[in-house]
């Protein structure tokens, strides 16, 4: 299953890398932290502007087992940005999540898959030309499983 959805993303990055103009398309890498079981991870974001102000950002972030409980989550979200000076911009996000959950048990282990929502809110930072800080804070909505995301990350711009 985690190859399959490394291979989408993968196979999502290059598609959207081969129609962009430059500026367009930006790769992010991230330390995140979920609330639920206080899980930490590392993830990374592909963010494509189409439009300006308009940007989609599919990420994929492998959680840290903590409990006994190890995770994965996809997501597809779209951000509205709002510049507000020429190096700072805040964005509201909403978009769907798809979460892989492994938890270890007395006889095995058990696995579950939920389907969700995103809905949250993202700031970046521009360092450098091609270089920025950004942050968001999302809530995640699945069933028996909403949790509160902590992103933190930089990114390049192409």
Not at 54 to 73: C, M, Q, T, V
Request: aromatic fraction near 16%; include cysteine.
């Amino acid at each position: 299953m985690k190859k399959y959805i490394l291979l989408a993303i993968v196979a999502i990055a290059a598609a959207i890398n081969i129609h962009a103009e430059q500026g367009d398309v930006s790769l992010g890498a991230e330390f995140v932290y979920a609330s639920k079981h206080s899980m930490a991870g590392l993830g990374a974001q592909v963010q494509y502007e189409p439009i300006t102000n308009w940007r989609f950002a599919p990420e994929f972030i492998y959680f840290f087992k903590n409990d006994g409980l190890s995770a994965l989550n996809v997501n597809f979200n779209v951000h509205y940005i709002i510049p507000t000076s020429s190096s700072f911009a805040i964005y509201p996000l909403v978009g769907f999540t798809y979460g892989h959950y492994k938890a270890d048990a007395l006889v095995g282990s058990v696995t579950e898959d939920r389907c969700g929502a995103n809905v949250g809110l993202g700031a970046q930072y521009r360092i450098k030309d091609n270089l920025h800080f950004f942050t968001e804070e999302r809530f995640q909505i699945m069933k028996n499983f909403n949790q509160s995301v902590t992103v933190l990350g930089l990114k390049y711009t192409f």
